[in-house]
């Protein structure tokens, strides 16, 4: 059997250092509010592992972390001000964003919170109005 894969991640400035390993759990883009408010952006790509699947190699002390709501723990670098990650404890996975993991090779699989969206991506890509089902959504498609 082959070694997991690895893919190494850091923040803006580069004193936290992390990898991920293997598959995500899945992956996409988030156009809630709370992803564009927080990262003052259209839109969020997010990548999601497990816990054992994501390991800081460098700066641990470093890694900042907020939670408005016990769904959602954002963290980012306290010198650079860089987002890292959201831990999400009641889905137990943890949204790396793509954009801080250049090599990964990000495919979104599908749009979540399309409702809410602000930029509208005509790629093809299925259209969740909220979440999937299993994760305690509608699981309704919004056509492009
Ligand atoms: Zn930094
Ligand atoms: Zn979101």
């Known amino acids: 059997m082959n070694a997991e894969q690895c893919y190494q991640g850091s923040c803006f400035c580069g004193a936290v250092q992390f990898r991920v390993s293997g598959e995500p759990h899945g992956m996409g883009y988030c156009h809630c509010q709370s992803c564009r408010h927080w990262s003052a952006s259209p839109v969020n790509a997010f990548t999601l592992w497990k816990p054992e699947q994501v390991t ?6 470093q890694i900042a972390s907020y939670n408005k709501t016990p769904n ?18 009641g889905m137990g996975l943890i949204d790396v964003f793509a954009a801080v993991i250049p090599d990964f090779p990000y495919d979104a699989g599908v749009h979540v919170h399309y409702q809410e969206h602000q930029l509208a991506m005509k790629d093809k890509v299925t259209k ?11 699981g309704e498609v919004i056509e492009e």
């Open 128 to 138: 969740l109005k909220d979440v999937p089902e299993e994760m305690g959504g509608s």
């Open 56 to 61: 800081v190699l460098k700066g641990e002390e």
């Open 72 to 89: 959602s723990y954002r963290k980012w670098c306290k010198t650079c001000g860089g987002h890292i990650f959201t831990e999400h404890p």
